[in-house]
């Protein structure tokens, strides 16, 4: 490669003029061309599951924006069901899996080795994707956190609070760390495997890490992060990893440096400057324009994102939302957004 690409110079800890930018959820319901090639695949998971199709909203808002990376259409919930788990999406309300409270229900799950079987498309999508992005794009792989996956098969749905899973783990600790540590040995076999058909960097998102807290978030959050980088920065050396312990909080000071990763990714709970004089010291952080401008735009989606990329001018950053795109949002402000970013 002649010229490194502009989000693998920020993970190896660069300060750019311009930072690179993408967005969580960029191939999505906002966008006409996702809504039309979704209804072309029928489901939401048969869209994850049909490589060509994946492939193809993934490249739309590439098309579309030009922007830096293509983050891997998928899902963070393909993982309990390559273990065994049913999983569905109720439209309008969310997904559904069958619930794993007992030992019974935990030794109904598959073993590690079985989650290829499932995943193929995935990694078909991933050999389209390599070979189709343009050679400035950089193209990530992701996995859901093992709490945060945790907290969907135990409940068997998105919770407002994380209840059931809290309550598993104080209930039946044992149970609850079993289920953690197969969701980590699975993650780190599929992220392994996006990596050997050309995932250039992968994340890890941990949506509802902010639920837990001191020791708990230390055990929960941290050590899975840290032991799934360990092994893929083993099995693969060099290896860029992108954390995000949404909503963290103080819990962030430090976590890339305990982890391992090279990239701390912030919602946007966290004020910029304070995360540039606490956080970006150990390096790049990606991150972290609340997602509403995307739907409210104006005068404020300048201002604030002017605000955010000035405040971590000084380091290396990644621009991007702090959380994903809202289906709500208009295609314009994102446009805009960009313009903002790069016109400096
Ligand atoms: O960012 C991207 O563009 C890559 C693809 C991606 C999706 N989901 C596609 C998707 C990624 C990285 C995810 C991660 C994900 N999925 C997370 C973690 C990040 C976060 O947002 O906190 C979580 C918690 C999930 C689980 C999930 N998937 C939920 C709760 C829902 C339903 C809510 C909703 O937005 O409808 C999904 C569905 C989903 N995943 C959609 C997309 C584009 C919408 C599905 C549709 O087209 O109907």
């Not at 999505?28 to 060509?52: I, K, V, W």
């Not at 920065?233 to 954390?243: A, M, N, Q």
């Not at 605000?307 to 994102?334: C, E, Q, R, W, Y």
Request: charged share 20%; aromatic share 8%; hydrophobic share 40%.
């Amino acid at each position: 490669m002649s010229e490194q690409k502009k989000i693998l110079k920020a993970l190896a800890g660069e300060t750019q003029d311009v930072p690179p930018i993408w967005m969580m959820r960029q191939a999505g319901r906002y966008l006409p061309e996702y809504r039309a090639t979704r209804a072309q695949a029928g489901d939401f998971l048969s869209l994850c599951y049909n490589p060509e199709l994946a492939a193809e909203v993934t490249l739309q808002p590439i098309r579309r924006y030009g922007f830096d990376a293509a983050i891997l259409f998928a899902d963070i919930l393909l993982i309990p069901q390559a273990l065994g788990a049913d999983l569905w999406f109720v439209t309008g309300e969310g997904p559904r899996l069958s619930t794993i409270t007992t030992q019974g229900d935990f030794d109904k799950l598959g073993p590690v080795s079985d989650i290829h079987e499932t995943l193929n498309p995935i990694y078909e999508t991933v050999k389209i994707l390599s070979r189709e992005l343009p050679q400035e794009t950089t193209l990530i792989g992701f996995a859901g956190a093992p709490w945060t996956v945790a907290t969907y098969m135990i409940a068997g749905r998105g919770t407002p609070d994380q209840g059931p899973a809290h309550a598993l783990r104080q209930e039946n600790t044992a149970l609850f760390e079993a289920l953690l540590d197969r969701i980590t040995a699975a993650t780190i076999e599929y992220l392994s495997a996006q990596i050997e058909v050309g995932a250039e960097v992968v994340k890890i998102f941990d949506s509802w890490a902010g639920s837990l807290k001191g020791e708990a978030f230390r055990k929960y959050a941290l050590e899975p992060c840290r032991v799934i980088t360990a092994a893929l920065k083993d099995r693969h050396p060099g290896i860029p990893v992108i954390g995000f312990p949404r909503e963290a909080g103080e819990a962030y000071v430090g976590f890339a440096k305990e982890t391992g990763i090279d990239c701390l990714a912030l919602d946007n709970s966290v004020a910029p400057d304070w995360a540039a004089a606490n956080l970006q010291v150990d390096g790049c952080v990606q991150g972290n324009l609340a997602s509403r401008h995307m739907v409210t735009g104006g005068q404020e989606l300048v201002d604030e994102t002017r605000k955010i990329v000035k405040a971590f001018s000084k380091g290396p950053h990644i621009f991007n939302l702090g959380h994903g795109i809202t289906p709500d949002a208009d295609p314009d402000n994102v446009q805009r957004m960009i313009d903002t970013v790069r016109e400096g």
